[in-house]
């Protein structure tokens, strides 16, 4: 395929997607989950990438769950994925005011408010799980806020994204060795970090940590923050709940960091933080994404592809 052909191809790509966001942004929040428990019907009913990944990690995060309530729950994730993707117009593109109207409840605010009067800055993490989207514009709206973005690899998409995570308002910093000034001076000047802490970084910003049975490569970039700034960490993510009622913030501890501070111990007390939230409401958490991807040397490939016939 020619170059010409090729970025054509990308364009008309990047405007399709933002065309069904702006449709998708016309929806409620009832029919936009109502057309996601269809679109996670499908996942299950028809093979694809996203339940082969998910059935595999869930073999791995859970190997002693019968099969049939394993089956269950990869039933019900794929359901979860569907909404989440659905929803994707709604906290993208809804006034700020009305995308918050969607949060009813606040589990756990105790612990986030304690982390604030250290006056050390916070650091929120979590997981992929419910509606990440929802937590920011939550905590955007409570104080101020610098988020880790990584931007997308479509420039339209990341121009729409950027501008949706902006408009709460959020500060944005890179997440990658050029974001850490803005992280550092963001919980110097006692603002929230918040950041995503369960997908792999990019070769050098990591180590191999236990995280659900698995060795993960596992960012380090949270502890090394926190061990120059002394800040309180706390986990969270907005709860989907049912029937299309909105969602439930749930703020937790931060991880029980180890005595003897090291890039493997703090990796492996952040996992441990990350999959007790997890285990809470596992079917909300993204099992489709390629967590073990990357092994330790001499390990084979994680995730076989499927032949070709």
Known sequence: MSRKKNK????????????????????????????????????????????????????????????AEREA?????????????MEGGAVWLWKVE???????????????????????????VGPHMGNWEILGAWVTGITPTTGLYKPPKMPAMDKLVRHARER???????????????MLGALKKDRVLFALSDHEPTQGGGVFAPFFNVSAYTPTFVPKLVERTKS??????????????????????????????????????????????????PSQFLWNYKRFRSRPEGEGPFYQRKKKR
Not at 47 to 56: C, E, S, V
Not at 101 to 121: C, M, N, P, T, W
């Open 98 to 124: 009305r995308l918050r109207s969607l949060i009813i409840d606040i589990d756990g605010l105790e612990v986030f408010e304690a982390a604030q009067a250290e006056h050390r800055g916070v650091v929120l």
């Open 8 to 67: 054509w191809l990308r364009r008309w790509r990047e405007s399709f997607a933002i065309s069904v966001l702006k449709l998708l942004s016309t929806l409620s929040l009832r029919s936009a989950q109502r057309l996601g428990r269809g679109v996670g019907w499908w996942l299950y009913r028809f093979d694809n990438t996203n339940r082969r990944i998910a059935r595999k990690n869930l073999e791995h995060a859970y190997p002693d769950m019968p099969v």
């Open 232 to 281: 309180p960490v706390v986990i969270a993510y907005a709860e989907r709940l049912p029937n299309a009622a909105g969602f439930r913030i749930r703020l937790r501890s931060g991880p029980r960091w180890p005595e003897e501070w090291t890039d493997v111990s703090t990796a492996t007390a952040l996992n441990d933080g990350l999959e007790a939230l997890i285990r809470e409401n």
């Open 73 to 85: 729950l990869l039933k019900q994730f794929l359901t979860q994925l569907g909404m989440t993707v």
């Open 168 to 182: 709460l308002p959020a500060e944005m910093a890179a997440a990658d060795q050029s974001g850490v000034r803005t």
